[in-house]
């Protein structure tokens, strides 16, 4: 997946790439790979939702900390792991894993984030 808001010309963007539901059965956890280009911002998050069916705005999101996610320090195009994301709080439950991209227009917020090799296990 990539997102990014570079050429764009709305004032605000939000872009989501939602994985199908997976059931936790046990402890799991969640890892990707994130790599930037041309960092001006923090635009990328990563977020589960126990009740997401179609539209992510209508769904209940929780923020999953502590992912390390490609930041402002790293190379351009530089495939950072995200580490292991623990996901033992949604046992016996379905979830949805979503990367969430916002930005902004020309001269705006408009750092490309790219996301590979999302794997729960």
């Known amino acids: 997946m990539q997102a990014t808001a570079y050429q764009s010309t709305e004032a605000a963007l939000e872009t989501w790439l939602v994985?199908?539901?997976?059931?936790?059965?046990?402890?799991m956890t969640l890892s990707f790979e994130t790599a930037k280009q041309v960092w001006v911002h923090d635009g990328l998050s990563v977020?589960?939702?126990t009740d997401f069916e179609c539209d992510p705005t209508a769904?209940?999101?929780?923020e999953l900390n502590g992912a390390i996610l490609a930041g402002q320090p790293n190379i351009d195009f530089e495939w950072i792991f995200s580490g292991d994301i623990d996901l033992s709080a949604y046992i016996g439950q379905k979830v949805a894993i979503g990367f969430k991209y916002v930005g902004s227009?020309?001269?705006g917020q408009?750092?490309?984030y790219r996301v590979d090799n999302v794997q729960v296990q």
Do not use: H, K, R
């Open 47 to 49: 977020w589960v939702s």
């Open 59 to 62: 769904a209940t999101w929780t």
């Open 110 to 112: 408009t750092t490309t």
């Open 105 to 107: 227009g020309p001269g």
């Open 19 to 27: 994985t199908p539901l997976i059931d936790i059965v046990g402890p």
